[in-house]
């Protein structure tokens, strides 16, 4: 895939080619759920962002809005759940007023 494609439509794609995969049902729905923590994780993590900055991703900054952009993606940050390691990536901020810190992911 593209690297524009976001994370969230990575994962997305990800979960569709399992349906379609030969794989026994028991391994598709473990790897859904695992999946499924990620996704609900980036998407947490993105929404997080879009507040910051208040716009979504491709939206043009007007005068309302802080001062501040999206600017490419972090290198993925692993964190340990129940149901293993699941990597999230963190977007890239760039000309901000003050440093973002997700809550759910700290500042680093």
Request: net charge neutral.
């Amino acid at each position: 895939m593209s690297q524009r494609v976001s994370p969230i439509e990575r994962i997305h794609a990800e979960i569709d080619d399992l349906f379609g995969s030969d794989r026994t049902l028991t391994e598709v729905l473990e790897e859904v759920a695992r999946l499924s923590v990620r996704l609900v994780m980036q998407t947490g993590v993105e929404a997080e962002v879009d507040a910051f900055l208040q716009r979504v991703r491709y939206e043009r900054r007007t005068d309302r809005h802080p001062s501040g952009c999206r600017n490419g993606w972090q290198p993925p940050a692993t964190i340990k759940t129940t149901m293993g390691p699941v990597e999230i990536q963190r977007p890239k901020l760039r000309d901000t007023d003050e440093v973002f810190a997700s809550r759910l992911l700290g500042r680093r």
